[in-house]
């Protein structure tokens, strides 16, 4: 069952286009019964996840590799499950009347439904490898749906900068992953938790967690990796949402929250989390502030909550655990509703600029009142669930083990900068004076509200009554990210503290700084754009131009269009490497006995290099055509004189045919011109020389090596009783390698076809009509 919800967004993928004929533009409801019904299995886990069980099913994927496609139930992976497919459900309602006429409906869904089931295939996974497949998947569902608008050049940039941040990132989270299966001799989430290994004090724990971080860092938009997230917003709104609140850019704060019980406590992995995470909360709530696109404000909140969670995970507390979970769970509430009202906004007003609307209350009071109510979440204000999780994170800090001022000084500037936030996408847009905005404003459909006013209306529910989602489920996820049993008692009010006066003074400053916003926001805008000059993003920029010079460069040097410089990289490498692995690894001596030599093998071997040098010096055409005929003759004539009859007469028809073919075409041949320069054909030589020694050394040394035993005697003993042929030859290639050696004649026919084609082609054809 669980490998049928997983895999089932796949699944209805493929259905789309049919059920697009059916539904036609109703199709979101329809599609949006799968994650619903999702929901509603997930859900029926949570009785036995909130007694503390851990559900692990086990499906066989590559049982030869050690992969297996084991699902891993416990608290965390079922919040985040909870909130995919739960969230997933009103984003494709949503999508449905966002897009509403769309021509690329069908295949947004269709995007859509595997990025849906890539993200549940990763918080699900017990199995690194598996758990790796998916997490790729993501960033490649990701990308074409932030380029969904393909045609726009800014969309298409955009997409490509947040897969080369992401899928970098993945490759090196890759070499993280199977160096911590190698420390723990296990790739299974649920072995590596359940382990008893020191992982701290193995040799490879450094590298393999610096990995993990750079992985999860790209992943989840940490400080320097932030940039591309803002830019995912050329994205439809309805991906924005769903991104933001549910999937992706949360994967890598799973990913370090699942591995906290193993790799947490240790200074790197602590340090980092807090260090990074600071930085990338103040630095979201500052260009938060600074931006004047609704959606762009959305994004770097997005920013500063993911560095939130990301440094309550480095603080590692119990109580920093509890406010993690319930900071991801605000979040995901009051995000997702605020980037579909922000589209709302936009598909009815004609402008994402907030600098351009006010007064739509009077026009649009519904959504006026749902976006006020998840704006209250936004900056922690009671009774929204959003205060609880603030208050738990001022009070974590407090209580920190390590930097605890610093930490704290930076949460409380972010949440006056965040009060601000709220305050621009609460009051901006709906109160004050009356903006003309490009198209007549009313109130969105039914379909685009439904889920911010369900999704609001929860964390309001959840703010006045912590304790139950406490109890029924976040009690677990706690544990889960904890490594042992917690047990919380939430609740609105806890009296008068140290966290709710930090609060009250971050929101008169906060709303202070909102009443100075329009006259501080020229000197920041100014401010941004010389930043930006020596930012992340310009270091992004003028890395990707490095790579496109270095490609640049190396394809003028490497791959020029000379067939002579190709073979000439070919062979020094390829031999270069061969020779320094034969030298280092296996050495050799060399010992020449000529005593039982005969005299006619010494004139075979003579004639063979005789003949070779000649046909390299000659600038006869025949003369050149001859030598070589001469060297395979002498080949054939070795195969004789070694008891090799067969391959004699093989070789001797093979090189006739050879020589009467290049004399055939000698007169189509141009005459011999020196196309090079006497320095480059020394250059050749001297690559060439060595290439033949390199072979002939690995000759000599592959006649003293055999790790397997001579199959040869297998041949001897079973080609007469197996393949009733006396003749060993023959039977090896009829018989025991007749696949290769059809392969052989396939290969032979079809040069045969082309050699003929190209005799039958007649220039003058190319100019006939």
């Known amino acids: 069952m669980m490998l049928l919800a997983v895999l089932s967004g796949f699944l209805m ?14 199709i979101g409801w329809l599609l949006a019964l799968l994650p619903a019904s999702l929901t509603v299995y997930f859900a029926s886990l949570v009785p036995s996840i909130s007694r503390g069980e ?19 139930v416990d608290g965390l992976s079922l919040v985040f499950a909870l909130l995919i497919s739960g969230i997933g459900t009103f984003i494709l309602i949503y999508a449905g009347s966002y897009l509403k006429g769309h021509k690329d409906l069908g295949r947004f869904y269709v995007i859509m439904l595997s990025f849906m089931a890539s993200m549940l295939g990763l918080v699900l996974s017990d199995n690194l490898i598996a758990f790796f497949v998916f997490w790729e998947l993501t960033s490649i569902t990701s990308y074409m749906l932030i380029g969904f608008n393909h045609e726009d050049e800014e969309a298409r940039k955009c997409a490509l900068q947040g897969l080369f941040v992401t899928a970098g990132g993945g490759l090196v989270l890759m070499a993280g992953l199977i160096l911590l299966g190698f420390i723990t001799g ?49 994205a439809p709104t309805p991906v924005s949402a769903y991104l933001h609140s549910a999937t992706m850019v949360k994967a890598g704060v799973y990913l370090l929250a699942r591995l906290n ?68 769970l605000a979040h995901s509430l009051y995000k997702g509703a605020l980037f579909m009202l922000a589209g709302a906004l936009d598909h009815e007003t004609g402008t994402k600029d907030i600098t351009k609307m006010g007064g739509l209350r009077q026009s649009m009071p519904l959504t006026a009142a749902i976006t006020c109510l998840a704006a209250l979440s936004l900056a922690g204000l009671p009774p929204l669930f959003g205060f609880v999780a603030k208050e738990l994170m001022l009070e974590s800090l407090l209580k920190a083990p390590a930097w605890s001022l610093g930490l704290l000084v930076v949460a409380v500037a972010s949440a006056m900068l965040v009060v601000a936030v709220a305050g621009l996408v609460a009051i901006k847009p ?58 919380t008692a939430l609740a609105l009010w806890h009296g008068v503290n140290v966290p709710l006066i930090l609060s ?90 000529f005593s039982d030599g005969y005299f006619y093998e010494f004139g075979i071997a003579l004639l063979l290099v005789v003949s070779t040098l000649f046909a390299c010096a000659t600038r006869s055409r025949l003369g050149s055509v001859a030598s070589v005929g001469v060297t395979g003759f002498g080949v054939a004539l070795i195969f004789i004189h070694f008891s090799a009859p067969d391959l004699g007469i093989t070789q001797l028809l093979v090189e006739t045919l050879t020589v009467i073919l290049l ?27 060595f290439a033949g020694i390199v072979m002939t050394l690995l000759i000599l040394a592959a006649m003293d090596i055999q790790f397997f035993e001579s199959i040869s005697s297998y041949y001897i003993e079973n080609s007469s009783e197996l393949a009733f042929g006396k003749n060993i030859v023959n039977v090896i290639l009829v018989d025991f390698r007749q696949l290769d050696t059809l392969g052989e004649i396939f290969v032979l026919g079809l040069a045969a076809i082309g050699v003929f084609s190209m005799i039958k082609f007649r220039a003058e054809d190319q100019h006939r009509p």
């Open 261 to 328: 019980p193993s790799l947490g406590g240790d200074a790197l992995w602590s340090g980092s989390l807090m260090l990074f995470g600071a930085a990338t909360m103040l630095t979201g709530a500052y260009l938060a502030f600074s931006s004047t696109g609704i959606k762009k404000v959305l994004a770097y909140s997005t920013v500063m909550a993911l560095g939130t969670l990301t440094m309550l995970i480095g603080v590692g507390t119990e109580l920093a655990i509890t406010a993690f979970i319930c900071f991801l």
């Open 54 to 72: 851990i559900l692990l099913i086990e499906n066989q994927w590559m049982p030869g590799l050690g992969i297996t496609l084991d699902f891993m």
């Open 504 to 593: 009250v003074v971050s929101l008169l400053i906060g709303s202070l700084l909102l009443y100075k916003w329009q006259r501080l926001q020229p000197n920041l805008c100014a401010l941004n754009t010389a930043g930006s000059r020596f930012g992340p993003e310009a270091g992004y920029f003028r890395f990707m131009l490095g790579i496109t010079q270095v490609a640049d460069w190396q394809t003028r040097l490497l791959q020029n269009g000379v067939l002579g410089i190709y073979l000439l990289i070919l062979v020094l490498v390829t031999f270069g490497l061969t020779g320094y692995t034969l030298l280092t690894r296996h050495g050799f001596e060399l010992s020449f006995d």
């Open 430 to 487: 709906f109160f004050g004076e009356v903006l003309k905005t490009p198209k007549q404003p009313h109130e969105a459909p039914f379909a685009m509200l439904i889920g911010p006013a369900v999704l609001s209306l929860l964390a309001l529910i959840f703010g006045v009554v912590p304790f139950v989602p406490a109890g029924i489920l976040l009690d677990a996820a706690i544990s889960s990210v904890h490594g042992a049993a917690v047990e």
């Open 663 to 689: 004399v055939l075409v000698l007169f189509k041949l141009p005459p011999f011109v020196n196309l090079s320069s006497p320095l480059e054909r020394y250059r050749d030589l001297a690559v060439a020389v």
């Open 186 to 234: 296990s790739y299974s989430f649920t072995e590596i938790l359940a382990s008893d290994l020191q992982i701290q004090e193995h040799a490879f724990y450094t590298a393999a967690t610096i990995c993990i971080l750079i992985g999860a860092f790209t992943k989840s938009a940490q400080v320097p990796f932030h940039f591309w997230l803002p830019n995912a917003m050329a």
């Open 13 to 26: 993928a493929f259905a789309v286009p049919a059920l697009r004929r059916f539904a036609g533009q109703h």
